[in-house]
C-alpha cells in the first residue's frame, strides 16, 4: 500500500486556464419531453403530497371524532354544486385554448384562454361570498373541527385557483400584446396543467367536504 | 446561462434557456464582467449559489455550536454562571432558566438540521456539483434556482427573529409536538417564539422544494451525451434519490406546520383534544385574542405528518454524504466504486423503505402493537441496504493505493462512525429496546453519530476535496491533517460517552437531571463529554483560518489537482460562466481508476479509446 499521495501538479496556464470563445451546447438527455413540463410534473408531485396532507388530517380527524355535523345542515351544496360545475366547464374551454395555442391560433387562445379566466374569477367570486355568509353567520374556524379543516382545505384550494387565474391572465395579457408563437405553445400547456389540477383536487374536495 | 440563441440553421427560433433540442448552438457570452451586486447577490450561476448556501449554512453552524456549547455546560456544571449568557439572568446570579435550555436545544436541533445540514448537503452541494458532474452549463431554470436561495432570506429572518420575541424562541423540543407547542400557556417558548419556528420552517420548506424540482430535471433533461444514468457519479444519484424525497415527504410536513400556525394565530383545533387542560387552564383561555380555540383535534396526528417527513429528511441528511463518500474514496483509493450498480440500488432502497418507518419515533407515543410490529420489521430492513454500501466502501478501500490525504481521511471517518451510528440505529428499532432507551442519551448518541460524525465529516471531506474546483486553490494539507485527527478524536470522545449515559437511563431534554438521585453518579462523565466537546468546537478553529487562508492564499493548482475521472474536473478551475469549454461526450463510468487499458492510473471519462 503506498501512502504517500503523488505530487499534485502546479496550475499550467496552458492546461488549465478557461479556453475563450467555445459554443456551448445545451444537449438534451432526458426523455422526450419538454424540460417546463417535466419540472410542472414534479411540482404537482408536491402539490398531491401537500393535498394529501390537509385531506389525510380531515379523514383522521373526522373518523376519530364522536359525533361529525352532516355538510349539507351546515354548507350551501347547491350553490357549491354549481360552482363545482364552473370549475369544471373552465378545464374544457383551457383544453380548447391549449389546442388553439398548439396551432398557433392566436385570436382562438385569447378567446378561450379569457373564457377560462373569466369562469376562474366567477368560481373564486362565488367562494369568496360563500365564506362571507358563514363569516356573517359566525361560522368562525375557531368555532369547532368542522370548521377548521373546512377553511384549511377549501381556503388553500381558493388560493390555488386564485394563483392559477392570475397565471392564465399573465398569459392572456401577453397574448393579446405579443402574440404567443405556435412554437412557444408549451407556455399555455404548463399552466394548462396545473389548472387541471386545481380543478381535479376540487372535485375531490368538493365529494369529501360537501356530499359525504 | 446565456438567454441569447443563435439562429444555427437547424435551431428553432425563440427558444428559452432550457428548451433546447439536442444539438442546439447557443453562444456563449461570459465576457462581460458583472457588477458585485449582479455576481454575488442577485446571481443565476449555480456556482455562486452553490457558496451562497455554503457560507450561510456554515454561519449557522457555529451559531448552532455555540449552542450546543451551552447547553454542554448546563449539563456539566448545572446552574453555575454561564459565561457570556449571565448577563441575561441578573435575578439567578447567571445561571440559566430552564425555560432557556429547553429553548437551546430546541433551536440547536432546528438550526443544525434545517438550516446547516440540509442547505449544505443539497443546497451548496447540490448546486455547486450537479451541472458540473453531468458535463452541464447551469442548471435546468436558474432563475427557479436563485429564488431557491432568496426564500431562505425570510426563513433566516423568522428562525433569527424568534430569539428576540418576548417568551424567547420556540421551546418544544426540535420535533414541536403539540399541545406544548400549540397552547400559550403550556410553555414560554409557545409564544411567539413558536409562530417564529413555524414560519421559518414553512419557508425553508419552499425554498427545498424549489431546489429540488430543479435538481431532479436538471439531472434527467441535462446529462452531456453518453453519460447515461448508469454511468452518473454516485454523488449526483445520491443528490437526485435525496431530492425526491424531498419532493415526496417535505409538502406533508408544510401543510402540517401551516396548520399548526393555524391553530396558533386562527385558533383552529387540529391538534387541540377536547377538554385539555394545560397547567390548570381550561380550554377557553387558550385562545390567542379574544375568541376561544376550537377543539375535537389530535396531538398524536401532529407526530405522524412531523415524522411522515423528518423520518425521511434523516435520509435527506445522508444519502448525498455517502454519494460524496464515495466518490471521494474511489479517487484517492484509486480504485473504481465496488459495486456501483448495487450503490444505486441500495441507496434507493433506504429512500424508499425511508418512507415507511416513520412510527419507529413513535413507540411510546401509543400505537396499535401490530402496526408497532410493522415499523420495527420496515425499520430493520433499512440495515440491508445500509450494509450493502459499507462492505461496498470497505471493498472499494480493499487493496488501492490509498492516498490517505485529508478528504480521504474524512470520509474513511464517515464510513467507520457510520457504521457505529447505523448499528445502533438497527437494535433502537426493536420496539421493546425503545421503549427502554426511548429518550434517554442513546439515542442522543446514535443521531449525532449519524449527523455530525457521519453527514458533517462528510460535508468536511466534501469541502477538502471540492475546495480546488470552488476556488481553484488547495486547502492547506497540514492544517486539514491537523483538524481532522483533533475532530475525529473528540468527536468520538464526545458522543461515545453518550452511549454510557444512555444505557443508565439518562434522559435527555432535562436541564438537571441531578435533582434525580439516581442520576447524581452521572455528572462526572457529563463533565468529561462537556470538555471533550469544548476541545472538539475549539478545534474548527483550524478550519476556519485553513479554508479563509487558502481562498486567496493557496496553493494555486490547474483542473484536476486529484486527478480524478469524472466531468467536473475537466472544467476551468474555479469554471467560469456556463462551466465548461466545450460540449463534453462522455465514453464511460465516472470511475475508471488503475485501468490496465491506458498508461496513467484513471481514464477520465470524456477519453475515447
Known amino acids: 500500500m503506498n501512502i504517500s499521495p503523488a505530487a499534485i501538479p502546479a496550475y499550467d496556464p496552458k492546461v488549465d486556464a478557461p479556453k475563450p470563445h467555445h459554443p456551448i451546447y445545451d444537449y438534451d438527455s432526458g426523455p422526450p419531453v419538454n424540460r417546463g413540463k417535466f419540472a410542472i410534473w414534479l411540482f404537482l408531485a408536491t402539490e398531491i403530497m401537500f393535498f394529501t396532507g390537509l385531506i389525510g388530517t380531515y379523514i383522521v380527524l373526522r373518523m376519530g371524532a364522536a359525533t361529525w355535523p352532516d355538510p349539507a345542515d351546515r354548507l350551501a351544496v347547491d350553490i357549491t354544486a354549481l360552482n363545482t360545475f364552473f370549475l369544471i366547464v373552465s378545464s374544457a374551454t383551457m383544453v380548447k385554448g391549449v389546442e388553439r395555442a398548439m396551432v398557433g391560433d392566436n385570436g382562438g387562445l385569447i378567446k378561450w384562454l379569457a373564457l377560462t379566466v373569466l369562469i376562474g374569477s366567477i368560481f373564486v367570486g362565488i367562494q369568496a361570498y360563500e365564506y362571507a355568509v358563514l363569516i356573517k353567520d359566525g361560522n368562525l374556524p375557531n368555532v369547532d373541527i368542522f370548521w377548521s379543516t373546512f377553511y384549511a382545505m377549501t381556503g388553500f384550494h381558493g388560493i390555488h385557483v386564485a394563483v392559477g387565474v392570475i397565471w392564465n391572465l399573465c398569459i392572456l395579457i401577453a397574448a393579446i400584446f405579443r402574440k404567443i408563437p405556435q412554437e412557444k405553445y408549451m407556455k399555455v400547456e404548463l399552466a394548462g396543467l396545473y389548472w387541471h389540477f386545481v380543478d381535479l383536487v376540487w372535485v375531490l374536495l368538493f365529494t369529501i367536504v360537501y356530499l359525504m | 446561462m446565456s438567454t441569447h440563441t443563435t439562429h444555427a440553421p437547424h435551431a428553432t427560433p425563440h427558444l428559452q434557456p432550457g428548451e433546447g433540442e439536442p444539438g442546439t448552438v447557443r453562444e456563449h457570452h461570459d465576457h462581460h464582467e458583472l457588477g458585485f451586486l449582479r455576481k454575488w447577490i442577485f446571481s443565476v450561476d449555480h456556482k455562486v449559489i452553490g457558496l451562497q448556501f455554503l457560507f450561510s449554512g456554515l454561519v449557522f453552524l457555529a451559531l448552532g455550536g455555540l449552542m450546543a456549547m451551552a447547553i454542554r455546560y448546563q449539563l456539566a456544571w448545572p446552574w453555575r454562571p454561564m459565561p457570556g449568557l449571565a448577563w441575561m439572568f441578573p435575578a439567578t446570579g447567571g445561571a440559566i432558566s430552564p425555560e432557556f435550555y429547553t429553548m437551546l436545544f430546541t433551536m440547536h436541533g432546528t438550526i443544525m438540521i434545517f438550516f446547516v445540514m440540509i442547505p449544505l448537503l443539497t ?436 483542473r484536476n489537482p486529484w486527478n480524478a475521472a469524472s466531468l467536473e474536473w475537466d472544467a476551468p478551475s474555479p469554471p467560469g460562466h456556463g462551466n465548461f469549454d466545450k460540449q463534453l461526450e462522455v465514453y464511460r463510468g465516472a470511475y475508471e481508476f488503475s485501468s490496465p487499458e491506458v498508461a496513467e492510473d484513471f481514464i477520465p471519462q470524456t477519453r475515447k479509446i
Not at chain 2, 437526485?240 to 401551516?258: G, H, K, N, R, Y
Not at chain 2, 385574542?289 to 396531538?299: T, Y
Open chain 2, 123 to 558: 443546497g451548496a452541494f447540490g448546486n455547486f456539483l450537479i451541472p458540473l458532474m453531468i458535463g452541464a452549463p447551469d442548471m435546468a431554470f436558474p432563475k427557479l434556482n436563485m429564488f431557491g436561495y432568496w426564500t431562505m432570506i425570510p426563513a433566516f429572518f423568522f428562525i433569527l427573529l424568534g430569539f428576540f420575541v418576548e417568551g424567547g424562541h420556540a421551546a418544544g423540543g426540535w420535533t414541536s409536538y403539540p399541545p406544548l407547542s400549540t397552547i400559550e400557556a403550556a410553555a414560554p417558548g409557545s409564544l411567539t417564539g413558536q409562530t417564529c419556528w413555524l414560519m421559518g420552517l414553512t419557508w425553508v420548506g419552499v425554498s427545498s422544494m424549489m431546489g429540488a424540482v430543479n435538481y431532479v430535471t436538471t439531472i434527467v433533461k441535462m446529462r452531456a451525451p453518453g453519460l447515461t444514468m448508469m454511468r452518473l457519479p454516485l454523488s449526483i444519484w445520491g443528490l437526485m434519490i435525496t431530492s425526491l424525497l424531498q419532493l415526496f415527504a417535505l409538502p406533508v410536513l408544510t401543510a402540517a406546520s401551516i396548520m399548526q400556525l393555524l391553530d396558533r394565530t386562527m385558533n383552529t383545533g387540529f391538534f387541540t383534544p377536547t377538554n385539555l387542560l394545560v397547567n390548570n387552564i381550561t380550554p377557553d383561555s387558550f385562545a390567542y385574542g379574544s375568541q376561544a380555540a376550537a377543539a375535537g383535534g389530535q396531538p398524536l396526528l401532529w407526530q405522524h405528518l412531523f415524522w411522515f417527513y423528518s423520518h425521511p429528511a434523516v435520509y435527506i441528511l445522508v444519502l448525498p454524504a455517502m454519494g460524496f463518500t464515495s466518490d471521494i474514496l474511489a479517487v484517492h483509493a484509486r480504485k473504481p466504486v465496488f459495486g456501483y450498480k448495487p450503490m444505486v440500488y441500495s441507496m434507493s432502497a433506504i429512500a424508499g423503505l425511508g418512507f415507511i418507518v416513520w412510527g419507529h419515533h413513535m413507540f411510546t407515543s401509543g400505537m396499535n402493537p401490530a402496526l408497532g410490529m410493522t415499523f420495527m420489521v420496515s425499520t430493520v430492513m433499512i440495515a440491508l441496504p445500509s450494509a450493502i454500501k459499507v462492505f461496498n466502501w470497505l471493498g472499494t478501500l480493499w487493496g488501492g493505493r490509498i492516498h490517505l490525504r485529508t478528504p480521504m481521511l474524512f470520509a474513511c471517518a464517515f464510513v467507520s462512525m457510520f457504521i457505529i451510528g447505523g448499528l445502533s440505529g438497527i437494535w433502537m428499532a426493536a420496539t421493546p429496546v425503545d421503549i427502554y432507551i426511548h429518550d434517554t442519551y442513546i439515542v442522543v448518541a446514535h443521531f449525532h453519530y449519524v449527523v455530525f460524525a457521519g453527514s458533517l465529516f462528510a460535508i468536511f471531506a466534501a469541502i477538502y476535496h471540492w475546495f480546488p474546483k470552488m476556488f481553484g486553490r488547495l486547502m492547506n494539507e497540514t492544517m486539514g491533517k491537523i483538524h481532522f485527527v483533533g475532530s475525529f478524536i473528540f468527536t468520538n470522545m464526545t458522543f461515545y460517552m453518550m452511549h454510557q449515559l444512555g444505557v443508565a437511563g439518562l434522559m435527555r431534554r432535562t436541564a438537571d437531571p441531578y435533582a434525580y438521585d439516581v442520576y447524581q453518579h452521572l455528572q462526572p462523565i457529563n463533565e468529561f463529554i462537556t470538555i471533550s466537546a469544548f476541545c472538539m468546537f475549539a478545534w474548527q478553529i483550524f478550519f476556519v483560518v485553513n479554508f479563509f487562508h487558502s481562498m486567496f492564499w493557496g496553493k494555486r493548482v490547474g
